[in-house]
């Protein structure tokens, strides 16, 4: 099992900077750490769930959505088993519970449904 536990949410404005951080734990994970893709979706009120950022253990894959490509960048520190989401420039539209997430799958082929491991959601509140 592996424990993933969000911080760093809250309210921001347009234009302004959040850091998203994420603690990974458990039992197997220091051990099976290099076989996770770790990053971040979002989902905003009556939408789908939404991948924003995803990395291989060595960021030899990543992934961003187009909409926040260039703003936001997904990073991770293996020794600490942490991973960040610093977001820059922040647009109300980025407004969403952010979710940490643990996969075995690439980054590249990565959808919700085949996340192994969910943290309990941050919110992210944007205004103009």
């Known amino acids: 099992q592996v424990r993933l536990v969000e911080s760093g949410g809250g309210l921001a404005q347009a234009g302004d900077s959040l850091r998203l951080s994420c603690a990974a734990s458990?039992?197997?994970?220091?051990?099976?750490?290099?076989?996770?893709?770790m990053g971040w979706f979002r989902r905003a009120p009556g939408e789908e769930p939404e991948l924003v950022a995803a990395?291989?253990?060595?960021?030899?894959?990543?992934r961003y959505a187009d909409s926040v490509q260039g703003r936001f960048t997904n990073s991770r520190d293996n020794a600490k088993n942490m991973v960040y989401l610093q977001m820059n420039n922040l647009k109300p539209e980025d407004t969403a519970v952010y979710y940490c997430?643990?996969?075995?799958?690439?980054?590249?082929?990565?959808?919700?449904?085949?996340?192994?491991?969910w943290g309990q959601g941050t919110q992210v509140t944007v205004s103009s």
């Open positions: 990395a291989t253990w060595g960021s030899e894959i990543t």
């Open positions: 458990g039992r197997t994970f220091p051990t099976y750490t290099i076989l996770y893709t």
């Open positions: 997430a643990a996969t075995r799958q690439s980054p590249s082929v990565l959808t919700a449904g085949g996340v192994d491991y």
